[in-house]
């Protein structure tokens, strides 16, 4: 799997999420097995360049390579200049967020609002892409179906980047109209494969090694992007990897390895966030993390009264060393993301 002249571990991607892949989260997902992963969307608004939200995203220390950006934006000339302002600061790629239905993000018609202008999209994409040629970045664009069911024109969307010089499309299999109701489809992802050459992306549902599979089926895709369950579920990369290669199911993780691994996590996100916000925003990772376990709800709520960081890691580590006494490995959680985790902070 290559993104233009840079080649992937694999071709197992994890999703852009505003408020959920940080730096932290996605390193995590990197080392669990996901080939890719992409950062939050950062805006193309100069005056928000300066802000902590925006200069936490665009810190790459310690990242795995490739560093692929999201920018969100309206107009072509702050996009461009949004793309090379995150090259200088590390991204090795490029990505116009098309996708995005957040209103914050729509009323300015950025995001997947873009898809109902398509003159407004070409201006962008073009001048996206001759910011980073330059530097020798590609440029990827991810996208939803279209607009709304009348309007589903993401294979004459794709069929433009790819002209422009795109060097990969992601497609989530609904239209703006719907958000995230519904089911995603994958018709519509299938027909984009067959319409373009670049490298091809599908998402949208895939929560399970058998729904991965049959996706990458039904689409022809040449890879696959995962969100929402990858929330508190991080090794679902590792598990579709497996899957996918043998035809056999991986053992659920040893309950005090997944502990390891949200320790691990949570000490980066607080050194990412400081004390404050830090053990504000590490609350809804642990809560996706502990949301299916036996008694995770209970310890959800009491971990949500903890204001500092020392005390929440020490609960979140006497809590999983209780669960370990009782389960060696972590118990069948379900794969369904809750409705809380359709929040978009961004
Ligand atoms: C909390 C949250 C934040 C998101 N933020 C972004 C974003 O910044 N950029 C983007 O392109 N898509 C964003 N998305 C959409 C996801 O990248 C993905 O397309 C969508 O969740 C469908 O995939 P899934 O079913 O695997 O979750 C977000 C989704 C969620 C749930």
Redesign the pocket.
């Known amino acids: 799997m290559r993104i233009g002249h840079i080649t992937l571990a694999n071709r197992l991607f994890a999703?852009?999420?505003?408020?959920?892949?940080d730096r932290p989260f996605r390193m995590l997902c990197k080392k669990l097995g996901a080939g890719y992963a992409?950062s939050?969307?950062v805006t193309s608004r100069k005056d928000l360049w300066n802000s902590l939200k925006t200069s936490r995203r665009a810190d790459h220390t310690g990242e795995v390579d490739p560093i692929a950006v999201?920018i969100?934006g309206t107009d072509a000339a702050m996009m461009a200049e949004a793309a090379a302002y995150n090259i200088d600061r590390g991204a090795q790629i490029i990505?116009i967020?098309?996708?995005?239905p957040?209103k914050k993000v729509c009323n300015k018609w950025a995001?997947s609002a873009l898809m109902q202008d398509e003159p407004l999209a070409t201006q962008i994409v073009e001048a996206v892409v001759a910011a980073c040629a330059p530097h020798g970045v590609p440029v990827t664009l991810?996208m939803?179906t279209g607009w709304c069911d009348t309007q589903r024109n993401a294979v004459h969307l794709a069929r433009m980047a790819e002209a422009a010089g795109i060097a990969m499309v992601?497609v989530?299999?609904?239209t703006r109209e719907q958000g995230?109701k519904g089911a995603?489809e994958y018709d519509t992802i299938a027909a984009v494969k067959a319409a373009v050459a670049i490298p091809v992306v599908a998402?949208?549902?895939?929560?399970s090694p058998e729904k991965a599979r049959a996706v990458l089926a039904a689409t022809g895709a040449d890879a696959i992007?995962?969100?929402?369950?990858?929330?508190g579920r991080p090794w679902i990369f590792a598990e579709i990897a497996h899957y996918l290669a043998t035809g056999e199911h991986l053992a659920a993780p040893a309950t005090l390895q997944a502990k390891a691994w949200l320790v691990e996590h949570l000490q980066d996100h607080y050194g990412l966030y400081g004390e404050f916000a830090g053990v504000r925003s590490a609350r809804k990772h642990i809560g996706w993390a502990v949301r299916a376990l036996p008694g995770g709800e209970t310890f959800r709520a009491e971990m949500n009264r903890i204001d500092d960081c020392d005390t929440q890691l020490r609960a979140v580590g006497d809590w999983f060393d209780q669960l370990a006494d009782i389960h060696h490995r972590l118990p069948a959680t379900s794969a369904a993301?809750n409705d809380d985790?359709?929040?978009?902070?961004?």
């Open positions: 999703a852009p999420m505003a408020g959920v892949t992409v939050e969307m999201q969100a990505d967020n098309m996708g995005c957040a995001g991810k939803r992601t989530h299999g609904r995230y995603a998402n949208g549902d895939i929560d992007m995962i969100g929402r369950a990858a929330q993301a985790s359709l929040q978009e902070t961004a």
